[in-house]
């Protein structure tokens, strides 16, 4: 007579008591309703009964989802958003089906149409104007793109250049037009300037370079306005509605090289010139901390390469790839003994070792992390 296998020996499974103890280890205290709710939120898998221990059916979930926990319960930290939290996960690496980040994306492209709609009524009713007048619409816009351009402290339009008030309320009011609700926009050079320095990316991105590239933003700057054909809104919406999962995995690299790398890079740049925005670079510079962004980034980029900008984007994401192991580097002086650090420098110009010095204090300070969960 044969002894009964223990369903939990020999395998790389799962109980719901180990998971909860990952979860506590991760500095994060849960409860089995809350591992209840991460399944029906497709966040985790569900488990499999593998055998009884008595009378006692035994679940286990796959290898792995310990670290799909732990990387979740990080990201909840910022955001409790399950659509996020689920494009994230897929990003990251984790076994999300195609099919419930495509429907993450559609939901969360409608409820900001629904509202930038209820903005832009609001104000309509706001400035007593009737909703049936022609240019009450028109009107709110622009008083909304006013109030927006006015706003300080906690922002989401930074003043990274400096434009009249007058051109950067117009500028705002002409990007809720183009990116917001997707409006064709004939812009002139003035209005496309005006618009690059609000954003933050002029004059610096059309001025200056790093090593022997040219500058990094070129042609018109009324070009920005013809974007709402390919990353305007409405238009990222009806991308999401007819992607392919072949079509999300294509963009995937993609947008965690924008996501992950970019900020990064950005923040480098900064570091080892000593001056912000050097490159006009720097609205990226936050982007890994607003777990948001991915769902604007991936079916953006979805959208970009179905319009055939395959070579421009693998450029950049090669281009990207090898900032982690530069920051990486960077990481590894700060370990070093301070003597041998010193003898290194010794017969460096003070430039460089002003520069060194400055990659270890952001290194100390965390602005060289990637900012994101380890992918699995």
């Not at 969360?108 to 209820?118: A, H, T, V």
């Not at 400035?127 to 706003?151: F, H, N, V, Y």
């Not at 936050?286 to 991915?294: K, L, N, Y």
């Amino acid at each position: 007579m044969t002894t009964p296998k223990d369903p939990l020996d020999g395998t790389a499974e799962l109980d719901s008591t180990a998971l909860l103890k990952a979860a506590s280890e991760a500095g994060s205290a849960i409860s089995d309703r809350m591992l209840e709710t991460f399944r029906s939120q497709h966040l985790l898998p569900r488990p499999r009964r593998t055998g009884y221990r008595g009378r006692t059916p035994v679940w286990l979930y796959p290898s792995g989802t310990d670290q799909q926990l732990a990387c979740l319960l990080r990201w909840r930290s910022q955001t409790k958003d399950p659509d996020v939290l689920r494009v994230l996960l897929w990003l990251d690496g984790f076994p999300i089906e195609a099919a419930d980040v495509r429907d993450a994306l559609a939901r969360y492209m409608g409820r900001m149409s629904q509202l930038i709609e209820q903005a832009v009524q609001g104000e309509v009713r706001e400035l007593g104007l009737s909703p049936e007048d022609p240019g009450a619409r028109s009107q709110a816009i622009d008083q909304l793109a006013r109030t927006m351009a006015a706003k300080r402290g906690a922002t989401p339009i930074p003043r990274r250049s400096r434009v009249r008030a007058d051109d950067r309320a117009h500028a705002v009011a002409l990007l809720i037009r183009v990116f917001g609700l997707g409006e064709t926009v004939e812009g002139t050079p003035a209005e496309g300037d005006a618009a690059e320095r609000v954003l933050g990316i002029a004059p610096n991105g059309r001025r200056r370079a790093i090593a022997d590239t040219g500058p990094w933003l070129t042609g018109p700057p009324e070009e920005l306005f013809s974007a709402a054909d390919i990353v305007g809104l409405p238009r990222l919406h009806a991308t999401v509605a007819d992607a392919s999962d072949n079509d999300l995995e294509t963009a995937r690299q993609t947008v965690v090289a924008l996501f992950r790398h970019l900020p990064l890079a950005a923040r480098m740049v900064s570091v080892i010139t000593g001056q912000d925005n050097y490159t006009g670079l720097a609205p990226m510079e936050q982007i890994a901390t607003q777990p948001e962004a991915v769902m604007w980034l991936l079916p953006a980029v979805t959208a970009m390469f179905k319009a055939g900008w395959d070579e421009n984007l693998n450029t950049v994401t090669a281009a990207l790839q090898p900032f982690p192991e530069l920051a990486a580097r960077a990481q590894a002086i700060t370990e070093m003994p301070a003597a041998t650090i010193e003898a290194n420098l010794a017969h460096q110009p003070p430039e460089v070792r002003e520069r060194v010095q400055r990659i270890i204090n952001a290194a100390i300070d965390g602005k060289l992390d990637v900012n994101q969960p380890e992918t699995p």
